[in-house]
């Protein structure tokens, strides 16, 4: 069965510094999807970027990026330049036929 | 455009109750899925629904239930409401399948007494 490891329960780190969010996901697929997904207090989640397996390029959407290693089975999501209002928990997800979260990083970005 | 529209917001239930959750999705996006979102368990898939046909199912017993209606509203029932059933219950929508982008609503928070 598909699983999803987020080893970071919490998180936290100045504004303006980098962080890096790490997952890791276990599947014998070869065709799939990968996810971050952000829910801040007002629960709401909001996709942040999506990685498809056969693309060998890391994703990329403005300050936040993701380091997709496949034969590791490794999708960590990088925030550069982090804002207060990144503050939030945030889910990495896995699909093939369903979808897969993880168990979530909280992060805080403290000013 | 309008959002994904979750009804109620709140809800409070006792044991042995029956449930009905709504859901509304964007404007012509026609898949709807729903996940239910536990401290301990985390967030969880329950369904999808597209062009109201079940098109995939998580591991939930048969007391969850769903389904869409032609306009791509959809609800979810849970009969039978146990404790552990106190949830918070998202729903998102996307145009066609699960692996585009997700749109979700706030959410539904059910508490079973």
């Known amino acids: 069965a598909q699983t999803v490891t987020q080893s970071q329960p919490e998180m936290s780190v100045q504004e303006a510094e980098t962080v890096t969010l790490s997952c890791t996901y276990d599947?014998?697929?070869?065709?799939?999807?990968l996810f971050w997904y952000k829910q801040p207090p007002s629960r709401q989640m909001i996709l942040v970027i999506r990685q498809e397996a056969y693309k060998q390029q890391n994703a990329t959407e403005n300050r936040f990026s993701v380091n997709f290693q496949k034969a590791a089975k490794s999708f960590s999501l990088k925030i550069s330049d982090s804002q207060l209002g990144d503050t939030a928990m945030y889910f990495c997800a896995f699909k093939d036929d369903k979808i897969i979260f993880g168990k979530g990083t909280r992060l805080h970005i403290l000013p | 455009k309008a959002g994904v529209t979750q009804t109620p917001r709140y809800l409070i239930k006792t044991r042995g109750q029956q449930v009905t959750l709504s859901c509304s999705p964007i404007s012509g996006h026609r898949s709807v899925s729903w996940y239910q979102q536990t401290p301990g368990q985390g967030l969880q898939f329950l369904f999808e629904y597209f062009s109201e046909t079940q098109r995939n199912k998580g591991n939930f017993p048969g007391r969850f239930s769903g389904r869409q209606f032609s306009n791509s509203r959809s609800e979810m029932n849970v009969s039978t409401l146990e404790l552990g059933d106190s949830a918070l219950y998202l729903c998102?929508?996307?145009?066609?399948?699960?692996?585009?982008?997700?749109?979700f609503g706030s959410g539904t928070q059910l508490s079973v007494l």
């Open positions: 599947t014998s697929e070869n065709n799939y999807y």
């Open positions: 998102a929508s996307s145009l066609e399948a699960i692996n585009e982008k997700l749109f």
